[in-house]
């Protein structure tokens, strides 16, 4: 008898570090939208929608939502805006303007990051952690190669804005390398910043 209950009590340890079988009971309209997704290839299947879903849950707090229209990351409000409202108030921006105005919402930004994950925006070894947070906040896709940040795909079209956001986000100086995306900026080494004064 000792035996069977040491037996069971194994097997009752292995059950609770192994994953736990969760049902969803879905309405039908739900059910029927996923199942389109599947179908068309935009998702792969069931569980992997759902793992993508709560990856995007932890990445963007969506916890933080108050109703619908009102949500915070952090100590931002964020909203969901079309980029053509963007460009239209980018083009009442003078040019020479550009540069400036992206430096000041990069530093913004880095205000809210810093306070929000808890490490400097400038620690260049946390750049990953950063890049991930702008791109699940649709400001493009970010890549670091050496000395040069590539931007594909992103929400400004306009490299002098963006330059200047990435200079106040991260504390850093950038040579713009193209004018159109995607956009591959250089960032310049401390003696070329030092011999430019």
């Given at each position: 008898m000792q035996e069977n209950d040491?037996?069971?009590?194994?097997?009752?340890?292995?059950?609770?570090?192994?994953?736990?079988?969760?049902?969803?009971?879905?309405?039908?309209?739900?059910?029927?939208?996923?199942?389109?997704?599947?179908?068309?290839?935009?998702?792969?299947?069931?569980?992997?929608?759902i793992s993508k879903m709560l990856d995007v849950y932890r990445s963007m707090m969506i916890y933080d939502?108050?109703?619908?229209?009102?949500?915070?990351?952090?100590?931002?409000?964020?909203a969901f805006i079309n980029v053509e409202l963007i460009n239209i108030l980018i083009q009442h921006?003078?040019?020479e303007k550009w540069r400036e105005i992206g430096g000041k919402?990069?530093?913004?930004?880095?205000?809210?990051?810093?306070?929000?994950?808890?490490?400097?925006?400038?620690?260049?070894?946390?750049?990953?952690?950063v890049?991930?947070?702008?791109?699940?906040q649709g400001f493009g896709d970010f890549y670091?190669?050496?000395?040069?940040?590539?931007i594909k795909t992103p929400f400004i079209n306009e490299p002098e804005i963006l330059a200047g956001?990435?200079?106040?986000?991260?504390?850093?100086?950038?040579?713009?390398k193209t004018s159109t995306a995607?956009?591959?900026f250089e960032t310049k080494e401390k003696a070329d910043s030092a011999a430019s004064e």
């Amino acid at each position: 008898m000792q035996e069977n209950d040491k037996k069971i009590e194994e097997m009752l340890k292995k059950n609770k570090e192994s994953a736990k079988r969760t049902t969803i009971i879905l309405e039908k309209e739900e059910r029927e939208f996923i199942d389109s997704l599947i179908r068309e290839g935009k998702e792969p299947g069931i569980k992997p929608l759902i793992s993508k879903m709560l990856d995007v849950y932890r990445s963007m707090m969506i916890y933080d939502w108050r109703f619908p229209g009102e949500y915070y990351c952090g100590i931002s409000r964020i909203a969901f805006i079309n980029v053509e409202l963007i460009n239209i108030l980018i083009q009442h921006i003078p040019e020479e303007k550009w540069r400036e105005i992206g430096g000041k919402m990069g530093e913004a930004a880095k205000v809210s990051m810093e306070a929000t994950l808890g490490f400097q925006t400038a620690n260049r070894e946390k750049w990953s952690e950063v890049f991930k947070r702008l791109r699940v906040q649709g400001f493009g896709d970010f890549y670091l190669r050496d000395k040069y940040i590539l931007i594909k795909t992103p929400f400004i079209n306009e490299p002098e804005i963006l330059a200047g956001f990435l200079e106040g986000l991260l504390g850093i100086e950038l040579d713009i390398k193209t004018s159109t995306a995607p956009f591959v900026f250089e960032t310049k080494e401390k003696a070329d910043s030092a011999a430019s004064e």
